[in-house]
């Protein structure tokens, strides 16, 4: 085989490689044929193939990386000089494309010397060297009037101008292919750059719309430039720059002006909760989410916001009930109770819709409402207000709500007692309002009384609800029984006792403890007990009957020299009524002395009965108040454009009662948790001993510290606890 000399087959490639040089120049050269292309692959071939000493191979790789060299020194450099900006940004794109082509049509004439010199010598891949010549030589060269003119650029772009971004894509690919598959090139030459310019952009932008815009307007041009930004990575930057760049972005529009945007005066979070702009507060929540901590002061806004707004609904009710209580129109609770759950329910909209079910919002939510519900309204405790509001829309012919209308009542009802504190007040207010809807039945109903009964049981647990849910079925089981008893009238052959009897029996321990009284019944009623009575026991031989009569009702037959009215009154009205069938004048003493029952009962029965709205008697002396030293005898004259009246006692504040109750219940509450701590762990601290006692009692109530060390010292005294003798903070169990 004819050995090639070096100058002879670099002559045959010089031919080539200018033919192509002046077809990326422009000049009218036509392309390569396939002869020209063979005999150019085989000068290369030839000089790389032959043996020692004519094998070329190390000169033909220097070649390559000449006519690269030679190619930027003669055309590339002097035209990127004369260009500036944009034009240059332009001359640099031409200049890469046609770099990228010379590449890949040397690597075809040069493919022999990459497919073995290169990989056995471990050389630089042909293309490689060819991506570094371009790197060392231009890149190099103009990277910084590069790196200014795309920043100038996008800078034109923030302003509205239309711009090249397919160009600026290309010159970033730039950037990043002579990083050579790393991202180190574009980082350092550019991106630092342009963050840099960025943050300083944005600095002076956020400065003049914090001074000029609203709130609203401020949001919506900085989530469009957020928008702008994250579009701008996508067209042509690369896609590890979004996180950075919008992390800038946020930092100057919003981080650094996060207190001064909130709290604007006329337009800031406040006032977009008060107007309930829930498009604007849900581009606040979004905005906010993607800073550090950039929630937390939206959430103390809220938070506050309702603290306030249930601020003033206090106020308001309690406005309310004083001009309610001068003018006796009766208590705001159900007004007002309706306006927190309408509270309610407008903010956990904005949580749900506004602020996504965010735990941070929904704490707040839960925080600010529990400041709101755990206040008292004129006096009146929270819980019993609510209880109270849940007994007016159970109780026959108050409320007329739908069944569906009334289970969504329920349920939101419920949701404010979650807030509640004392929700042991609340279940004994419950008890005491239930025992008094079913006794003299005033309920809605079995089905709405287990559906509530239901929810508190999902809301509290089965404990709250127990004694509640054995008082409705002891109604159940007390119509039965009264109709056995009907039916025993009737076979049994016992004398009937004149008088309708219907007898309520109850299981003490489901209901509310009531005041007990040794009333003299008059012979009528006497003889329907002891009828009862008889019947009770033929029945059940192990339980006893305790008659409680400060419940009972009756309706008696009032003939009036007018007319004849019926008297619908209590058991004690009907007892003093009574007397009256045997005498005409009795005296207080007197109608004392026959009934058996006590001052505070009987001028409560005495005043009903001459005092207030229907006046049965007449009291001498007359007066609004009933004293021991007064007469009264049956007014005959009595009328009434009704046939049937009710004569209601004067009312008894239950609160008080309500209250001592509880309170005892607590005490024995926290008695039996601290000796179930001690019982379990023996020895304790004084403070993680409260600190638990305060964690097991929190879902019913937040008991006083006072409390739990009065319970802890009674302990110590009943032999429960013992204090250690070196360290008198320490309790142990003593078993």
Known sequence: MKIVQLKDGLATLNKGVTKLKKILEGFPEPSFTTEEYINTYTAVYNLCSQHYPYNYSQDVYDKYLDIFKDYIDLWVLPSLNQRHDEFMLRELEKRWLNHKIMMRWLSRFFEYLDRYFVTQNSLSSLNKAGLICFRDMVYEE????????????????????????????????????????????????????????????????????????????????????????????????????????????????????????????????????????????????????????????????????????????????????????????????????????????????????????????????KVGFEVVCNKNVSGSPSAELLASFCNNILTKGVSNLTDEAYEETVDKAVKLLSYISEKDLFAEFCRKKLSRRLLFDKSAGDDHERLILTKLKQQCGAQFTSKMEGMVTDMTLAKEKQNEFVEYLKVSGVVHPGIDLNVTVLTTGFWPTYKSSDLNLPPEMVKCVEVFKTFYETNTKKRKLTWNYSLGNCIITGRFDRKTIELNVLTFQAAALLLFNTAD???????????????????????????????????????????????????????????????????????????????????????????????????????????????????????????????????????????????????????
Request: glycine fraction near 2%; charged fraction near 35%; hydrophobic fraction near 35%.
């Open 142 to 365: 103009v990277k910084f009037k590069a790196r200014d003119a795309v920043i100038t650029l996008i800078n034109k772009e923030r302003e509205g101008e239309q711009i090249d971004r397919a160009l600026l894509k290309n010159i970033i690919d730039v950037i990043i292919r002579v990083g050579m598959g790393k991202n180190e090139s574009y980082e350092k030459d550019f991106e630092a750059f342009m963050l840099d310019n960025s943050s300083s952009y944005y600095s002076r932008k956020a400065s003049n719309w914090i001074a000029e815009d609203s709130c609203p307007d401020y949001m919506l041009k900085a989530e469009e430039c957020l928008k702008k930004e994250k579009e701008r990575v996508s067209h042509y930057l690369h896609s590890s720059t979004e996180v950075k760049l919008l992390e800038k972005v946020q930092n100057e529009l919003l981080a650094a002006h996060h207190s001064q945007l909130l709290e604007k005066e006329h337009s800031g979070c406040r006032v977009l909760l008060e107007d309930g702009k829930v498009e604007d507060l849900s581009r606040m929540f979004r905005l906010f989410s993607k800073i550090p901590q950039g929630l937390e002061p939206v959430a103390d806004i809220f938070k506050k916001h309702i603290m306030c707004e249930g601020t003033a609904l206090i106020q308001q009710a309690e406005d309310i009930a004083a001009a309610s209580k001068a003018k006796n129109l009766g208590g705001p609770e159900q007004a007002f109770v309706q306006k927190v759950i309408e509270l309610h329910d407008k903010y956990m909209k904005y949580v749900n819709d506004c602020f996504t079910n965010h735990t941070l919002f929904h704490k707040a939510l």
């Open 585 to 735: 004048k009795l005296s207080y003493l007197e109608v004392q002395a026959q009934l058996h029952l006590s001052d505070d009962d009987l001028v409560r029965v005495l005043h009903s009965l001459s005092c207030a709205k229907y006046k049965i008697l007449k009291k001498t002396p007359s007066s609004d108040t009933v004293s021991s030293t007064d007469y009264f005898e049956f007014n005959s004259k009595f009328t009434d454009k009704m046939r049937k009246i009710r004569i209601p006692l004067p009312p008894v504040d239950e609160r008080r009662k309500t209250v001592e109750d509880v309170d005892k219940d607590r005490r024995y509450a926290v008695d039996a948790s601290l000796v179930r701590i001690m019982k379990s762990r023996k020895v304790l601290g004084h403070q993680q001993l409260v600190t638990e006692c305060v964690e097991q009692m929190s879902r019913m109530f937040k008991p006083d510290f006072k409390l739990i060390k009065r319970r802890i010292e009674d302990l110590i005294a009943r032999d429960y606890l013992e204090r250690d003798k070196e360290n008198p903070n320490m309790f142990k169990y003593v078993a």
